[in-house]
Structures are given as C-alpha cells and as structure tokens.
C-alpha cells in the first residue's frame, strides 16, 4: 500500500518545496515568514496558521527539528500543518483552537544539521557552526537560548554535544527564533519545542532545580495531555519540569521563552522509549504523530481555557 506523504521521512530540499507548496495551495490559512537564515545561508521559514478572521490574535509557537537526528520531529511539524488546514471547520477541537490563536510553526529549525544528519552522519544533533580555533563543528542549538546559558548541563567544549556556544544566542539560528519571538513576545502564549526520543512531556526548569511559579498548573496541564494519549493511543508519556524529572539542561529555548513571560511552556520528547531511539522506521510516524497531536490539542486547549 502506498504510505501517505506524511508517513515518510523527508530531506530538506522535500521539506522546502512542501513548505512553498502547502502555503500556495492553503494560501487562506497559512502565511510563510522568513525569520532568518542558518550558519550555511539556508532559509528559517515559520508557517503562519491561522483561522478564519484576520484580526491579530493570541498564538501558539511551535519549533521542529532543532537537534538533527531527531527526525520524528519536522516530520511531526509537517503532520501538525497537514492535520490543521485539512479539518479546520471539520474537527471542533482544531477548529476552536485556531478560532482563537494563531500558531506559529518552525517546521526545521536546524536546516544545516538536518541536512548533514542525512547525507554524512544520521546520529548528529548540533548546527553546523565552524569555531576559529578548534576543529569540532556545531553547537547545541538547546544549549545557546539565554537561561543559566552554559552552567552544569552543558559544556564550554566546542567538541561536545551539549557545547554552549561562544555566547547565548551566538548561533544566527537561535538568535532568528528569539528575536521573533521577542517581536511578538506578547501575543505569544503557549511554546512548544518538539525533540525525540522519550515520551515525556517537560516543562520549565531544566536549567535549575528551581520550582516555577505555575508548577502546579504546568503539572497539571501536563498529566492531562499524558493522560490523553494512555487513553486514546495506550502509550505511556512521562511529565515533569525538566532538571527534576529529566537532566539538568540549561540554554534551553523553552526556560528563555518562559522567562519572557510565556506562562505555559513546553518541550515534547517524542517516540520512542529506546527501542529504536532516534532511528524510528517511518512505519512508527503516524502512532507518534497522533500522539503528539493529541497532547498539543490537549495542551492548546487547557491554555485557552485558562483565559
Ligand atoms: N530545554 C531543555 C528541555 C529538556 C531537555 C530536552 C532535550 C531534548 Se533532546 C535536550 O535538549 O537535551
Ligand atoms: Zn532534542
Ligand atoms: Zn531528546
């Protein structure tokens, strides 16, 4: 049987031209913005999705792709987008959460590192930044945001996975996301970073111990949308703020979006627990996918909820 386009991982180039061609042909629901470029020139496009009413609203950020060999996550970007234009004015849940936010979707936010995980090396996870002095390429794009940048968690070693960078946001990719971010720092309202392999749900802090002021209600937010996915799909998601439940991981993109005052923040690990890891057979796209819908619907929800 012929897998759906969705079911199938994609080079950069496909992911590209998909963008071009699902913004033209769903010109009524999505906007392309360019919001910068990578270390190697090629374009960060964000897909504007937004429902009927063109009068500025709250929104919903989400950024895919920005650790390379996690491929599970632009292919969930790309699923999220196909899913909302689809059955917008279809399904009451999409439907309602695009009646009253806009979602702001980074489908790769790493093109360099994407494109080098598939032609040189599959298990690479920084950009591909050269550093003057030393050999190793690439800083950890999640290590490079503003939050307790470069403490324990991550390393000052330019030849380590978690390098820090030569300063926060020295990597032009980080600096694109938090510049626009900033721009719009308050229509923003729930942020999304989707990463792989774990099935957990996490949010802020990782960069410290520290409890955030809406614990409670992170927590909470969270244990429902885990809870939605043992329901409908039997599959178990863990939740908790990162450094407790998870690792110490400071720079994150997430602990800095919720500094700026985004309340409600979250980064998805998604499918799957270790089997195949970072390696998951494209067979295992649309389980994960749907899952990973399922809790941002849920997630989207709770926070229009909380108006
Ligand atoms: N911002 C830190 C959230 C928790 C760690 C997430 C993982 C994703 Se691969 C990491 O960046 O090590
Ligand atoms: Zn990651
Ligand atoms: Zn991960």
Not at 122 to 147: E, H, I, P, Y
Not at 194 to 215: A, G, K, T, W
Not at 276 to 281: D, N
Request: glycine share 4%; charged share 25%; proline share 5%.
């Amino acid at each position: 049987s012929s897998t759906s386009y969705y079911e199938r991982y994609h080079p950069l180039e496909d992911i590209y031209h998909w963008i071009n061609k699902t913004s033209r042909e769903y010109s009524e629901r999505l906007q392309v913005i360019l919001i910068g470029s990578s270390v190697e020139k090629q374009p960060l496009f964000v897909l504007k999705l937004s429902g009927k009413g063109h009068q500025p609203k709250k929104a919903i950020w989400m950024d895919c792709g920005i650790h390379a060999r996690e491929w599970i996550s632009p292919a969930f970007c790309m699923w999220f987008v196909q899913y909302s234009v689809m059955f917008y004015n279809q399904h009451s849940d999409i439907t309602e959460i695009l009646d009253k936010m806009d979602i702001y979707v980074l489908p790769v936010m790493n093109p360099d590192g994407y494109k080098y995980s598939w032609i040189e090396n599959r298990m690479w996870r920084k950009n591909r930044s050269r550093n003057v002095d030393n050999a190793c390429v690439g800083t950890d794009l999640n290590r490079n945001f503003d939050a307790n940048w470069c403490t324990k968690g991550s390393s000052d070693n330019p030849c380590d996975e978690t390098y820090c960078g030569r300063f926060p946001e020295s990597e032009p990719e980080a600096a694109a996301v938090s510049n626009f971010i900033r721009s719009r720092k308050d229509l923003v309202k729930l942020y999304l970073s989707i990463h792989s392999y774990s099935q957990m749900l996490i949010f802020p802090y990782s960069c410290s111990y520290q409890e955030v002021p809406n614990h409670q209600e992170l927590y909470e937010i969270a244990r429902e949308a885990a809870m939605k996915i043992k329901i409908h799909y039997k599959n178990n998601y863990k939740f908790g703020a990162g450094a407790k439940s998870f690792y110490l991981a400071p720079g994150g993109s997430d602990d800095w979006a919720y500094n700026l005052g985004i309340d409600y923040s979250f980064t998805f690990e998604l499918q799957d627990n270790g089997r195949y890891g970072f390696l998951l057979p494209p067979s295992h796209i649309s389980k994960a996918c749907s899952e990973a819908l399922t809790a941002v619907k849920s997630i989207a929800l709770s926070v229009i909820k909380k108006r």
